[in-house]
């Protein structure tokens, strides 16, 4: 499968916890996108990366999000000291130099008890 | 502020009806459009877009959309309906200045079709 990956697909955890995911770009993408949903709602964006500067940030992404790209392939998302409003499906996606449409992964459902 | 807006959060029809969902957007200058849809359990899938060009533009399963710049609006329109299309459909917005630009959704249409 060529598509966007994401790890894991879901994740419950307490609060106060630290959490992280993963997201693999389709792989000849340079830039990738975080977005957040929740229910009822559609997606709303969080960050953004070309290679691997992070060159936008949502106001939506507090102090407790981080988000890296290390390498400029794979991109993490980590949450610190998660909150109940935290539970969300996190959506990862990416797009090439070729266009600005953007392909979707299949998304992390985090649960906050 | 830049913003879409979905008039319809659940829309119902029966096979072989036609669709329409609407779409109204706000955003300065230019402007890309697309619609999404999620089928139950699968991800976000593009069903269509509108970069520059013909306004009238055709997607994937028969689907299409139109561009009024005039109405800020980019509805979308298929003429037969099938049980396979219901799914949630997200009518979205990105600045047409870059081809690197977060994408801007609406709420959402559920769309349940009864066979």
């Known amino acids: 499968d060529t598509g966007v990956s994401q790890d894991p697909r879901h994740k419950i955890t307490k609060r106060g916890q630290n959490v992280t995911f993963r997201c693999d770009p389709i792989?000849?993408?340079?830039?990738l996108y975080w977005y957040r949903q929740t229910l009822g709602q559609g997606p709303e964006f969080l960050t953004y990366f070309q290679n691997e500067a992070q060159l936008e940030k949502s106001r939506l992404l507090s102090d407790r999000f981080s988000a890296e790209r290390p390498k400029g392939s794979f991109s993490t998302l980590e949450i610190q000291r998660t909150e109940q409003g935290d539970s969300a499906m996190y959506l990862c996606?990416?797009?090439?130099?070729?266009?600005?449409?953007?392909?979707f992964g299949p998304g992390t459902r985090l649960t906050v008890l | 502020a830049q913003s879409v807006s979905q008039h319809n959060h659940h829309v119902i029809l029966s096979e072989a009806a036609s669709l329409e969902l609407g779409c109204n957007y706000s955003?300065?200058?230019?402007?890309?459009l697309f619609w999404y849809v999620q089928y139950p359990g699968q991800h976000l899938q593009l069903l269509l877009k509108y970069f520059s060009g013909d306004p009238l533009v055709k997607g994937i399963k028969g689907f299409e959309a139109e561009f009024i710049k005039s109405k800020f609006s980019f509805n979308l329109r298929k003429p037969s309906v099938q049980w396979s299309d219901t799914a949630e459909y997200f009518c979205a917005a990105a600045s047409g200045y870059s081809s690197a630009s977060k994408i801007i959704f609406g709420s959402g249409t559920r769309l349940s079709i009864r066979p």
């Open positions: 996606a990416s797009s090439s130099y070729r266009g600005p449409e953007q392909f």
């Open positions: 955003y300065g200058g230019t402007v890309n």
């Open positions: 792989s000849e993408h340079n830039r």
